[in-house]
């Protein structure tokens, strides 16, 4: 018994001395700052959901230097006071402190009331300076190599269609609800095409310019001076409820006739509705011939007008002798080769739905998406709906070209 007693003399020792130094298993003092940190940013947004200015204001630090910044402190809660929020929250990834200064990375989570079943998701860097005990925010930034937001470049101002939600800055409101009208005359045409098994709305952004677009993108502007408009999915390829934008390059745009921009529009709205089946088993052949398939679908166009850069070349004797691969779809690439890879997808797209039938083409787009992966996913489709193999389907895709075009 008394050799146990010290024994347990010992134990006890060894436990005080720690609870001593874990301040008897309280939080550590970075702990408690991270907390505190974590804090002000969840009163930071539920001011941004309660359109609380003043509360808003109450976290930024009274010092702040905003030269130069895209926005901060009052400019970038009133950029975004029109958005229609139904989430809005941060989540401290780490705490950076040096005295009363301090760096942090957080991720902005938010979500547009009635269009985003999911939350967009924004990596963000903070910079927070400590004043009479409290953590106030300093700058709110996209973190390196993050997105910007379309409030970062200024006052968003917001049009409503029929299915369809267009945010713009530094856009008159009467071409907001341009684009608005062809949202909403697109998202009927998906649907006609697609099914209804999509959520049957849009957001489209509209901002600036080119390079507004590329700053949406995280992106340079050049790769995109002759893109019309891009589609991105927050929660892309996943199956879950995407949050999509279809942002427009303005400069772009604007140089379209009518059918274009109808066309372009339903292209990218075409991408909405497919996100949950597009995945990385899926060429950009299919996807993006696809869109301009459900795009040109009823416009009574030709394959010699939809496909002019494929129609030269077939004219000329050089018809290709395989489908487009990803890489031919670079924006960044020569502008020919990008067209007749587009074309080449169109074409294909348009000759299942001609040999095969429309619900087989929808069918075909699902079987390879529901592969998962690239490795078999088109050969495995083409078998299972199609009855054929990719060396048959080249084939007669090249047959195709030679009958439609030149």
């Known amino acids: 018994m008394a050799g146990r007693g010290r024994v347990s003399g010992v134990v006890a020792g060894c436990v005080l001395l720690l609870a001593g130094l874990v301040g008897c298993g309280g939080a550590s003092a970075q702990d408690t700052q991270t907390a505190a940190v974590q804090q002000v940013l969840d009163r930071r947004a539920t001011a941004v959901l309660d359109g609380d200015r003043s509360a808003f204001l109450a976290t930024e630090a009274r010092t702040a230097d905003t030269t130069g910044r895209l926005a901060a402190g009052a400019a970038e809660f009133d950029n975004l006071r029109a958005l229609p929020l139904a989430a809005w ?5 780490a705490l950076h402190r040096t005295g009363d200064g301090a760096t942090a990375d957080a991720e902005l989570r938010y979500r547009v009331k009635g269009y985003d079943r999911a939350p967009v998701t924004a990596a963000r860097a903070l910079r927070l300076t400590r004043a009479g005990g409290r953590w106030y925010v300093s700058s709110d930034e996209p973190a390196e ?25 530094g856009q008159p409101g009467t071409l907001l609800r341009t684009y608005a009208h062809l949202a909403d005359r697109a998202v009927p045409a998906v649907t006609r095409a697609w099914g209804s098994g999509w959520p049957g709305h849009v957001v489209v952004l509209v901002p600036r310019s080119v390079e507004g677009m590329a700053g949406l993108l995280g992106a340079s502007a050049s790769g995109y001076r002759g893109i019309a408009a891009v589609t ?10 995407p949050a999509d934008r279809i942002i427009v390059n303005p400069d772009a745009y604007g140089l379209l006739g009518d059918l274009g921009k109808q066309v372009v529009l339903t292209h990218e709205t075409t991408h909405v509705a497919t996100r949950a089946h597009t995945t990385p088993a899926t060429p950009l052949w299919l996807s ?19 496909a002019p850069e494929l129609d030269r070349s077939v004219a000329l004797g050089r018809v290709p002798a395989a489908l487009p691969e990803d890489g031919d779809f670079a924006f960044a690439g020569e502008a020919e080769k990008l067209a007749q890879a587009y074309e080449g997808g169109w074409m294909a797209c348009r000759m ?31 078998q299972k709906v199609l009855g054929t193999t990719p060396e048959k389907f080249t084939q007669q895709w090249r047959a195709y070209l030679k009958e439609q075009l030149g």
């Not at 929250?89 to 990834?93: D, E, P, Q």
């Not at 993006?288 to 939809?306: F, H, I, K, N």
């Open 352 to 382: 299942i739905a001609d040999r095969w039938g429309e619900a087989r083409l929808n069918d075909f787009y699902r079987a390879v998406g529901d592969h998962r992966k690239r490795a078999g996913a088109v050969e495995g489709a083409m």
């Open 232 to 241: 991105t999915g927050e929660a892309g390829g996943t199956g879950q409820a």
């Open 288 to 306: 993006e011939g696809y869109a301009d398939w459900v795009g040109y679908r009823g416009s009574g166009r030709t394959p010699r007008q939809v």
């Open 145 to 169: 190599r993050a997105n910007q937001q379309l409030w970062e470049q200024g006052a968003v101002e917001v049009v409503r269609g029929a299915h369809s939600l267009v945010l713009g800055v």
């Open 89 to 93: 929250s941060y989540r401290l990834t």
